[in-house]
């Protein structure tokens, strides 16, 4: 028997796990696997020390909860901090279990991966210093802009149509704290990101008052809880969960905990109650691409 490559092995192995369903890989393993972002705003953050907190974490763990209740035992709840880059393909091989990051629900991830019903509608913006006098995209020209590596947001500023003659140089973080330490350091003059990965990163900055955002929202999109793909019974009960929150009202507060009251490890407070989107999004429950957002 031919030896394989440790690449290949690994893709192969990944492909059968991923194959499996969710409820009986869980069931057999006793553990499941959540993906985290260490900067992703209040969706999902870490405390160091292996701990992560957020809006999107608080949703996974109570699906969690009720997947304990599905396969009749407590479980063994990992966490894996995953990348722009390396979530969709992690999910894909069955490394991860459930994202719970701050992914953007769209047409082309629809393709590999599944999301549960839309927890969250964001706005992607332009974060500056606040002295900067950085007020449009058109001010951008010939300027530095940081994005993260493996996100859409650059994509979208370059089509929208008041970037139309608007020449400037992309620079890339590894993550989202990567990217705001180069406005930071000031070798990015904007940084354009989802509106409240932009508000956490400068409220838990060294001087949060020295930063802005400011210009035209560049797109509107539903960020969502990722999972394996053809998982119908898994889906199915993290749905469940989440219509089961907003009816009850628990999703609300759930926000609120997040994004309005302090929120550890500083007690400082994004201050970004929910948005209008988001909130129509709860009371018309959907796991419909960001192209559908984009229609007139």
Known sequence: MKKIG?????????????QADTLEKVKASGTITMGVRDSSGALSYTLGEGKYAGFHVEVCQRI???????????????????????????????????????????ATRQKDVS???????EEVRIAVKANSGITSIAQLKDRNVATTTGT??????RKHERANGIDFKEVFGKDHA???????????????????????????????????????????EPIAIMMRKDDAGFKKLADDTVRDLVKTGEMAKIYDKWFVQPIPPKNTRVGLPASDATKTAWANLNDKPAEDYAKK
Request: hydrophobic share 45%; glycine share 8%; charged share 15%.
């Open 152 to 157: 859409t947001s650059v994509q979208l500023l």
């Open 6 to 18: 440790l690449a290949l092995a690994i893709s192969l192995l990944g492909g059968l796990t991923a």
């Open 64 to 106: 969690v909860a009720n997947l304990e209740k599905a396969v009749g035992k407590k479980l063994e709840v990992k966490s894996l901090a995953v990348t722009s880059q390396n979530r969709i393909p992690l999910v894909q091989n069955g490394t991860v279990d459930i994202e719970c990051g701050s992914t953007t629900n769209n």
């Open 115 to 121: 999301f549960v019903l839309t927890t969250y509608v």
């Open 178 to 220: 990567d990217s705001f330490l180069l406005l930071e350091s000031g070798r990015a003059d904007a940084f354009v990101m989802d509106g409240q990965i932009l508000a956490g990163n400068i409220a838990t900055s060294k001087a949060p008052a020295d930063y802005k955002i400011v210009g035209e929202v560049l797109s509107v």
